[in-house]
């Protein structure tokens, strides 16, 4: 019987540093810069001693934790594994198989450790996976196997454009001979992370389609803004017009373009919202898009930056945190939140 792919949840960076040139070069990079070549390791007990020799002063747990990670990325992860990169320069998650094995490379003026990658889908949504895949994808670490409720079956479902068809029920295998440091399980979760999911998917499900407009608009109010929304149905480029002063006259103008798909707007949207700018005499813009934005309407984007701003789903949300208690009270009864104070956990990630 032939052996499933696993899949691996595999960063780029604690800010996202890496993330536009590993997605550029089809290829995935870790940090762990201070340990050399892992060229030559077999197994967990190699990858440790590596470890405690380069960095001896490292407690027990932190290198157990550090080999169990690079052992995961350097050895345990197999051709055509699916990779899970998490962005944090966009809210939305790439997928990509794994093409080749661990190489130590020269990457610019350091050597790196790294795996070849095709990226198959670098733009999906996060909305598009259900909660217990996102809270997986919030594990503080740089490397962890993700197998949860049928996790490698469901992300190759979404691998192949399909949508998260949701948990099943599995049997759990508990062999602690291959437990170490390659599950998720062993992660400390990031619950500021799985709080916003939640909140993502409490506003996907409450502010469908034209409701989004009117969430937007109620958000561009809050924030000073004179708003008039186009009735729902075809609105010639434009969901939202907003202007400054007490009639909404003033400069500077800004039309607003609204899409609630799940999937990356492209740069139709974009150019044709610069256009509606053009017709109705706007300084400004701004797309919001649920799915947020594929790479050619990012680098698009660039050029316009002192014009036009895009928001995807994330940008939304904080918008709406930094204006709830003046939103609508209508709004804030299907939207109900409460701020909360929690400890932070230590991060594990490199």
Avoid at 298 to 311: D, H, P
Wanted: net charge neutral; aromatic share 8%.
């Amino acid at each position: 019987m032939k052996e499933q792919n696993k899949v691996y949840l595999v960063r780029a960076g604690s800010d996202g540093q890496d993330e536009e040139y590993v997605l550029d070069n089809n290829i995935a990079v870790i940090g762990y810069k201070d340990i050399p070549s892992l060229d030559g390791a077999k197994n967990y007990e190699d990858i440790l001693k590596i470890i405690t020799t380069a960095k001896p002063d490292l407690k027990p747990r932190a290198a157990g934790n550090f080999a169990g990670q690079l052992w995961s990325f350097a050895v345990a992860m197999k051709e055509n594994d699916i990779i899970v990169l998490p962005r944090k320069l966009t809210s939305q998650v790439a997928l990509g198989r794994v093409t080749g094995p661990y190489k130590y490379l020269k990457l610019g003026n350091e050597f790196r450790h790294t795996r070849k990658v095709k990226w198959i889908r670098p733009d999906i949504a996060r909305s598009v996976f259900n909660q217990d895949l996102l809270s997986s994808f919030g594990a503080f670490m740089t490397v962890c196997n993700i197998s949860r409720n049928g996790a490698a079956d469901r992300i190759a479902t979404v691998l192949e454009g399909k949508s998260d068809p949701g948990p099943v029920n599995e049997i759990v295998h508990t062999n602690k001979a291959v437990a170490v440091m390659s599950s998720e399980e062993v992660a400390v979760r990031n619950l500021a992370q799985e709080a916003h999911d939640q909140i993502v998917a409490q506003i996907q499900s409450q502010f469908k389609e034209h409701s989004l407009t009117k969430l937007v608009a109620a958000v561009l109010h809050a924030e000073g803004w004179v708003t008039k929304t186009s009735p729902p149905g075809p609105d010639g480029g434009v969901d939202i017009f907003a202007g400054r002063g007490l009639l909404g006259l003033d400069q500077p103008r800004l039309c607003v373009q609204v899409k609630s798909q799940t999937s990356p707007a492209d740069v139709t949207v974009y150019r044709t919202l610069q256009g509606s700018m053009q017709s109705f005499k706007a300084e400004q813009g701004l797309v919001v898009c649920w799915g947020g934005f594929n790479k050619a309407v990012l680098s698009e984007a660039k050029q316009g930056y002192f014009t036009v701003r895009l928001w995807d789903s994330s940008d939304l949300v904080e918008a709406i945190y930094r204006n709830y208690e003046n939103l609508p009270a209508e709004i804030q009864a299907d939207l109900p939140l409460k701020k909360v104070w929690m400890l932070v956990s230590e991060e594990t990630e490199e």
